[in-house]
């Protein structure tokens, strides 16, 4: 009995050092921190970005001071087509909305010109989508101001502006 004893001691001990030896810390191992990834801004996406940064300035801008105009405009339109307005101010509401529509032509054609770039540029077609559709925003933009939907026009602008933003903050520094 003494001997089954002796030889379960020496057993337990072995499986306790065995167990003992398994629990102690590894030392870490020195680890080469990955080199950040640069990416590469070609030509082209640089030019777009600053082209698609300044279109964002000036529509802003625009925007901006078109805003406070929306309901007077409304208004001097639905006057002017039920003939409430004298023949002076139906003259000067015509030229502002010709100049108004002459301006929003001005930004179409930028606009359109930009996103043709994006079409046509491999470099620049992964960032399409963001960009998409200003163009037809901008169309949109000139007809509803040529038939006095000045809420729509806003409407269009913000739009573009938008789709602007997006495509710049995408776009790589």
Known sequence: MKIWLCLGIVACSGVLAV?????????????????????????????????ASNQLAYLS???????PMVQPLNDLATADNAGKLSKKASSDYNNAK????????????????LENDFKTKPSLKKYLLKIQGISDLSATAEDS??????????????????????TVAAMPS
């Open 145 to 166: 101001a040529n038939t006095g939907k000045y809420d729509t026009v806003r409407e269009a602008l913000k739009g573009i502006v938008q789709r602007l933003s997006d």
């Open 61 to 67: 801008g625009y925007l901006q001071k078109f805003t």
């Open 19 to 51: 167990s003992a030896a398994a629990q102690k810390p590894k030392r870490p191992v020195p680890r080469t921190a990955p080199t950040p990834v640069r990416q590469v801004v070609t030509a082209d996406e640089r030019a777009a970005k600053q082209t």
């Open 98 to 113: 010709k100049k108004l529509a002459i301006q929003l032509t001005d930004f179409g054609v930028g606009l359109t010109n």
